[in-house]
C-alpha cells in the first residue's frame, strides 16, 4: 500500500506508517535540514524539497514516478487562522494557508483515504471555525471525515502528547466499508524507566546556573510548587501570580512517570523537562527515545535543529498503531 506525506518533517510519521506495512512514494519537506535527515536514513525515499506552494504550482504527479494510485496521503499542515472571506466555509476560504496547499493535493491526487495530524487546540481554535472548515472542504473534495485526539500515552510511547488525527474516506469507499475505526489504547503505560535505559551519547542543551540553582532544589516528580515561596517568586515573576496549575514551570520529571510532551527547545523559558538525577535537560538522543524513534534513526544539522526535528515529529509508535488501523479498513476494502 502506497502513502505519500507532505509537511514530512524529520520523518516520525512517515517511519511509523513504514512500520505498520505503507511503501513511501514521495515525502514534501521544505526544510532543508529536515530533509537530509530522510535521505540519510532512507536513501531510497523519494524525498521533494521545495516549498508545498511551488509543488502544486508545478503539479504533485510531475514529482512522483509513475504515479498510478495513491492508498494514503498523510501529514500534519499548521494550524492557521482562515479569512472565512465568502462565509462558505469552503477551499476558497482558506487561501494563503498550508491547509489549502494539503487539500489542494487531496483533490488531484483523490487518494482512498487521507491522515490528518494536528495539534490538540485544532478542536477548539476559533471556536471551532477552522475545523469546521477543514471538515467542510474536505467533504466537498469528496471524502467522510472522522477525528479523534489521541493521547500517545496509550499507544506504546512514554509520552503525554495529545494530537488530533483527522482521517478521511473517499465517498466510494465509505458507502462500502462505513466508517473508520481509531485504534484502541493499549493496556500498558510505559514511564522513563522503561524507554531511557542504554541511551546512545548525543548532543544536549545545558541550563543556566541561576535555572540549575532552582531545579537542584526541586524533587523527581516535583515543579515550582516545592520552592521555598521567595525563590518561586523570584523565579516566576510575574506567571507567579496568574491562575492555573503551571505545574511545567521548575519541573523535574520521575523515572516512575511518562515525559511531558517533547519540546523543540530543551530548555524553553518556565516549561523545564529537567533531567530526573541530573541538572540537565534531555539529550536528543532521549528525546527521540521518548518520541519512540529507533536509535538509529540519525537527525542533520545543528543542536537546536535537532532538537526541533525530533520535537516537532509526530511519535512513531503511535504513527504505527493509527496506520495500522488504516492498513486494516484498507485490506477490508479490498
Known amino acids: 500500500m502506497t502513502t505519500l506525506e507532505l509537511f514530512a518533517g524529520a520523518g516520525g510519521l512517515a517511519l511509523g506508517l513504514e512500520k505498520a506495512g ?15 535527515t530522510l535521505k540519510k536514513n532512507r536513501p531510497n525515499w523519494n524525498v521533494i524539497n521545495e516549498d508545498i506552494e511551488k509543488v502544486v504550482q508545478n503539479g504533485i504527479k510531475n514529482y512522483l514516478n509513475n504515479f498510478k494510485y495513491l492508498d ?3 501529514g500534519g499542515y499548521p494550524c492557521q487562522s482562515f479569512s472565512y472571506a465568502g462565509k462558505k466555509l469552503g477551499l476558497d476560504d482558506t487561501r494563503g494557508t498550508l491547509f489549502y496547499f494539503y487539500a489542494e493535493i487531496l483533490k488531484e491526487l483523490q487518494p482512498k483515504i487521507f491522515l490528518a495530524e494536528n495539534v490538540k487546540g485544532l478542536v477548539s481554535h476559533d471556536q471551532g471555525l477552522t475545523l469546521k472548515t477543514m471538515i467542510n472542504v474536505f467533504e466537498d473534495v469528496g471524502y467522510k471525515v472522522s477525528y479523534r485526539v489521541l493521547n500517545s500515552l496509550n499507544y506504546g510511547v512514554a509520552q503525554k502528547r495529545e494530537r488530533i488525527f483527522i482521517i478521511g474516506i473517499r465517498d466510494d469507499i465509505y458507502k462500502q466499508k462505513g466508517e473508520f475505526i481509531f485504534p484502541e489504547p493499549l493496556k500498558k503505560i510505559l514511564t522513563l524507566k522503561d524507554v531511557l535505559q542504554n541511551v546512545p551519547d548525543s548532543l544536549c542543551g545545558t541550563y543556566s546556573d541561576k535555572k540549575k540553582d532552582v531545579l537542584k532544589l526541586v524533587p523527581a516528580g516535583g515543579c ?6 521567595e525563590v518561586a517568586k523570584d523565579y516566576m515573576g510575574g506567571s507567579y ?12 520529571l520521575s523515572w516512575d512517570e511518562p515525559a ?6 530543551p530548555s524553553q523559558k ?12 534531555f539529550s536528543v538522543r532521549e528525546n527521540a527515545r521518548i518520541q519512540s524513534f529507533p536509535d538509529g534513526w ?27 488501523k488504516i492498513k486494516e479498513y484498507l485490506e477490508k476494502y479490498e
Open 298 to 324: 540519525d537527525f542533520v544539522g545543528s543542536i537546536s535543529e535537532q532538537y526541533k526535528q525530533v520535537g516537532n515529529a509526530v511519535p512513531v509508535e503511535l504513527a504505527k498503531h493509527v496506520g495500522l
Open 260 to 265: 511531558l510532551t517533547v519540546l523543540c527547545s
Open 22 to 36: 505503507f511503501e513511501t512514494i514521495g515525502l514534501v519537506e521544505n526544510n532543508k535540514f529536515a530533509s537530509q
Open 270 to 281: 518556565q516549561t523545564e523537562r529537567c533531567h530526573p538525577d541530573e541538572l540537565r535537560p
Open 72 to 74: 494514503l496521503l498523510s
Open 224 to 229: 515550582w510548587r516545592d520552592l521555598p515561596d
Open 241 to 252: 501570580h496568574l491562575g492555573g496549575g503551571k505545574t511545567g514551570i521548575a519541573r523535574k
